[in-house]
């Protein structure tokens, strides 16, 4: 056989930086950054925001604007771009357009910077942008919502949905640097606020059966917004996100992807909802789901499974009807063949074994699918009361 | 300060092989290929082809249907997408969507492959594609003309145009295999087996003296098609870019680039063609450019540029009066800018200071492109008898 062969490594390396005020003229991380950055020619930043958090900050462009009249280290492109927030931008190609074309007349080179700030959706979006033009633009995410900042943004994927199918385009591209700012977190309201705590059980309960314990411990104090229990939770979930990257398949070339535990319906109904409910509430269901599969399955107990259910139904409604599997054509279970497509044709789906201990299956079996929606439904029923945990 | 950090390789490793009659059902090497792929399930295979290969090789389909037939390592999708070949392929963003729409219908999973049959602007639409859709789709590179067979065909990137901006979108993907099959050359015109010459010309110009030397004594040789010099051209030429892109900067990230010798008005000059000249072509005019810039700039001996020039006018219109530099606002020079902002914001272009030993500047002065420009159209007059080398 006659042949050449090539192979080289490619290094990634960033930080995700935990301040506050990021946007403050006194606050010198974002410029330190800038500065450490080996760059022989004046480097230029677009920033692209999300319309969600424009509003609910109305002073951030002025302040993004005053930074970087005091911090010179890179030039900041004179137009803002506002995009969007949600599944609306990644859903609508003429959004992806609108950044590539700034782009394009802003003269944005591979060695400048396009920075995101907002939601996991504009981030996902942003970032698609940033690793498609021009072969790769640096991306700096600034996370604004407790999902990124403990998950999505952290990580090294993005991508648009196409035709509704979520995330059928993208790219693994790891940023350059993120930067999580605590004070966007004030201004969530308490939906968001919550929707990003359902990432933080899925770890703790596929790896860390303390962080679960910790959760539950603390769900009162979650749940009444107090500030230092969620900085705590993102941060260590962020930790075991980005551990569980770098250790494993950070671009996922196996099939293996048990961070992915509860997704496989949640990004199904996502879309069935006409994304009214947020991802971090899909995969809340979605655990719910899988975790009720679990018990049904015969690798997880009862009691294990309630203490599952009752910590999620604290800040999650998991009893939304559209987890309801009536027969075997129920559209929840197109979204079990659409993962499969996305994963790559070998079926990989986390199930429990215990609170903190996921273990990978390859099939689902449709009939028990159907038994474990049932049981969720009903799970409303015989719910315990909620500020007693089985500790 | 306060921060997480993150850190990982990606290892990517791919042959490039070669053979003759790769979809002869007797060929085993596609065959094996498939088989040696780790899968546990079955796995599907989408055929991309040149419009321009299957007008030269009617039979190409009927032979990729027959030979999977024969050969069940992977389910061939009944749909091949035949493509327009060349720049026009790249420009037309409905072509683009063609092959999103055909990954999406016809079920393309992460682990199923899509392979491109072509010249090397398919290959860079095609591999485009499976870069983007599902975040990355192995792919298979059968690359059927010169040029890309020793050069774009073997490398790590891909991309379409964006308002006529060459790979203003794209990304570095390598592919999982690359198969050069020399029966496809035999159909090429004169022109497009010429074009190809141009790259090799190139990596000998910046590195390898006795490659310039073994071109200069095959010359008429390659002129008359001999596929016994063409064959060694392009694996020797397959070679240096090979080592080229692993020794270095595969996914270029710094500002070095010199493997683009000749490439900053290449661009521009197929752009001002509309695309009527070939990549090749251009890349020769833009080689003759930068050649004789060196010999403005003090680096280059006149004689070592005469055999510069007398070898590239062997094989291509180095005078062609679209290299003509009138003043300061020719339209040649905005391929600097364009350049510059591609490679990020800091230029980079490779001079010469002998055959075989190229050199990086870090800019170009307007002035002595026109007079280096007025010297190539001058060339004509005082051009040596072609058959005569300075050896």
Same mark, same amino acid.
């Given at each position: 056989?006659?042949?050449?062969?090539?192979?080289?490594?490619i /290094?990634?390396?960033?930080? #995700?930086?935990?301040?506050?005020?990021?946007?403050?003229?006194?606050?010198?991380l974002?410029?330190?950054f800038?500065?450490?950055?080996?760059?022989?020619?004046? %480097?230029k930043v677009?920033?692209?925001l999300d319309?969600?958090?424009?509003?609910?900050n109305?002073?951030l462009?002025?302040?993004?604007?005053?930074?970087f009249?005091?911090?010179?280290?890179?030039?900041l492109v *004179?137009? +803002?771009?506002?995009?969007? $927030?949600?599944?609306?931008?990644?859903?609508?190609?003429?959004?992806?357009?609108s950044? +590539?074309?700034a782009?394009?007349? &802003?003269?944005?080179?591979?060695?400048?910077?396009?920075?995101?700030?907002? $939601?996991? !959706?504009v981030?996902?979006l942003?970032?698609?942008a940033?690793?498609?033009?021009h072969?790769?633009?640096?991306?700096? /995410?600034?996370p604004?919502t407790?999902l990124?900042?403990?998950d999505s943004?952290v990580?090294? %994927?993005?991508?648009?949905?196409?035709?509704?199918?979520?995330?059928?385009?993208?790219?693994f *591209?790891?940023p350059?640097?993120?930067?999580?700012? %605590?004070?966007?977190?004030l201004?969530?309201?308490?939906?968001?606020?919550?929707?990003g +705590?359902s990432?933080?059980?899925?770890v703790? =309960?596929i790896k860390?059966?303390?962080?679960?314990?910790?959760?539950?411990?603390?769900?009162?104090?979650?749940?009444? /917004?107090?500030?230092?229990?969620m900085?705590?939770? +993102?941060? &260590?979930?962020?930790?075991?996100?980005?551990e569980?990257?770098?250790? =494993?398949?950070?671009f996922e070339?196996?099939s293996?992807?048990p961070?992915?535990?509860?997704?496989w319906?949640?990004?199904?109904?996502?879309?069935?909802?006409n994304f009214?409910i947020?991802h971090?509430?899909a995969?809340?269901?979605?655990m719910a789901?899988?975790s009720t599969? @679990?018990?049904?399955?015969?690798v997880?107990?009862?009691?294990?499974?309630?203490r599952?259910?009752?910590?999620?139904?604290?800040f999650?409604d998991i009893?939304n009807p559209l987890?309801?599997?009536?027969?075997?054509? !129920?559209?929840?279970l197109?979204?079990?063949?659409?993962?499969r497509?996305?994963l790559?044709?070998?079926?990989? #789906?986390?199930?429990?074994?215990d609170?903190?201990?996921?273990f990978?299956? &390859?099939?689902?079996?449709?009939?028990?699918?159907?038994?474990? @929606?049932?049981?969720? =439904?009903q799970?409303?029923?015989?719910q315990?009361?909620?500020?007693?945990?089985?500790?």
């Amino acid at each position: 056989m006659d042949y050449l062969e090539q192979s080289f490594n490619i /290094r990634y390396h960033y930080k #995700i930086f935990f301040t506050e005020g990021l946007f403050d003229s006194d606050n010198l991380l974002l410029a330190d950054f800038f500065n450490g950055e080996s760059s022989a020619a004046q %480097k230029k930043v677009l920033f692209v925001l999300d319309a969600g958090l424009v509003d609910a900050n109305p002073a951030l462009e002025t302040a993004i604007t005053a930074y970087f009249q005091v911090h010179r280290a890179v030039e900041l492109v *004179s137009e +803002i771009l506002i995009v969007p $927030g949600g599944e609306a931008a990644k859903n609508n190609p003429a959004v992806l357009e609108s950044i +590539i074309e700034a782009v394009d007349v &802003h003269g944005i080179d591979r060695h400048s910077y396009i920075a995101a700030v907002g $939601g996991g !959706a504009v981030l996902d979006l942003v970032g698609y942008a940033a690793a498609i033009a021009h072969r790769g633009i640096r991306h700096l /995410r600034i996370p604004t919502t407790v999902l990124a900042q403990n998950d999505s943004g952290v990580g090294v %994927k993005n991508g648009v949905n196409y035709k509704g199918k979520k995330n059928f385009l993208g790219s693994f *591209s790891p940023p350059v640097a993120v930067f999580n700012d %605590k004070q966007f977190l004030l201004t969530l309201n308490n939906r968001d606020f919550r929707s990003g +705590i359902s990432e933080a059980i899925k770890v703790a =309960l596929i790896k860390d059966p303390a962080f679960f314990t910790w959760i539950e411990a603390h769900a009162s104090k979650l749940l009444n /917004r107090d500030m230092e229990s969620m900085e705590y939770l +993102i941060k &260590h979930c962020a930790r075991l996100h980005l551990e569980h990257i770098s250790s =494993l398949d950070p671009f996922e070339r196996g099939s293996s992807r048990p961070l992915d535990f509860g997704h496989w319906s949640a990004h199904k109904l996502e879309q069935l909802s006409n994304f009214s409910i947020t991802h971090g509430e899909a995969v809340a269901m979605g655990m719910a789901l899988d975790s009720t599969y @679990s018990l049904y399955a015969g690798v997880l107990s009862e009691e294990k499974l309630q203490r599952i259910l009752n910590l999620l139904a604290l800040f999650f409604d998991i009893t939304n009807p559209l987890i309801r599997i009536t027969d075997l054509n !129920a559209p929840i279970l197109q979204g079990l063949q659409e993962f499969r497509e996305h994963l790559g044709g070998n079926l990989c #789906i986390t199930l429990l074994r215990d609170v903190g201990e996921g273990f990978e299956v &390859h099939e689902m079996d449709p009939h028990t699918l159907l038994q474990a @929606s049932q049981y969720i =439904l009903q799970f409303k029923k015989r719910q315990f009361d909620t500020n007693t945990f089985p500790l």
